[in-house]
């Protein structure tokens, strides 16, 4: 079969055309979602649970470590909570990875198509920073904690009460990065439903 010069061009245009929709989809990924942005969200998503898994360990141990002070035995204490303060290094490493995938998320967000669904996406963002500054907190507090037990175990200033308090409030400090992986998880979940995946 021989086809006329306009027929060949027509269907050079259209194998064009169809080539470059191709490489829109591919790059964008299924329903005008940049594949840069859903990169970076499955990366987080393993870097938050990778945060929320580490601080959580810490719970059982401060809790021994509260029990510890009470007893009076101030040398395991200062132990525990000294090894405590070194895993954190790891937590604010992970935050450090964490917020390299939010900026990269971030820079993708005016390409997403669907209003709707950039609004879900904003919302999982915002949620990852309020986990990575619950994380400065929660190591401020964890300082906290050490530098009382030090005093604690030198004779000087600090009391029980102030030990439980800083105790309670690390333990405040994770249920709240909890939440916020939690909220982040679930803001991505509507992010899917409302691009069909």
Known sequence: MFWSRKTKIILGF????AAGYAVVR???GMGGVPQGFTTARMQGAIIAQNIVNLSNQSTADLLKVNELDKAGDYTE?????TNLVAQSQEIRDQAVALSA???DMTK???DISDFNARQAALESISNRLALINQLISYSADLSQ???VLRSRFTGADGTSVKVTALVNQINTDVNA???FNSQAG???DRFDNIVGK
């Open 108 to 110: 993708a967000l005016s």
């Open 14 to 17: 259209v194998a064009v055309v």
């Open 101 to 103: 995938q939010i900026g």
């Open 186 to 188: 679930q803001a991505m």
């Open 145 to 147: 904690l050490l530098d």
């Open 177 to 179: 990065i909890n939440n």
């Open 26 to 28: 591919w790059t964008q």
């Open 77 to 81: 204490a200062l132990s525990l909570t």
